[in-house]
């Protein structure tokens, strides 16, 4: 399932805000980048699972709409 932040997310990642702790802000770091949440529940040798609840829970992540696009065709590079 992939994630995404939440605006509540974005403002708790601007700089000077820090009212989570380093490993759940990391969390929404790397959800930010569409890390999927099956990777994310193995990080910190398996508490990422409790953080990620937590964080949905709290309004900080929540489902994505829609899987990420596919990446472009490669380019035909036949000259013909």
Known sequence: MMMQTT???RL???PGVQNLPLRARSVLLLAERRMPAQALA???NG???QI???LFEQGYLA???REPPAP???PDL???
């Open 7 to 9: 605006t509540k997310a």
């Open 12 to 14: 708790e990642l601007h």
């Open 42 to 44: 193995r990080l910190f």
């Open 47 to 49: 508490m990422g699972e």
């Open 52 to 54: 990620v609840g937590e």
């Open 63 to 65: 489902p994505a709409d």
């Open 72 to 74: 472009p065709a490669a």
């Open 78 to 80: 036949e000259t013909g």
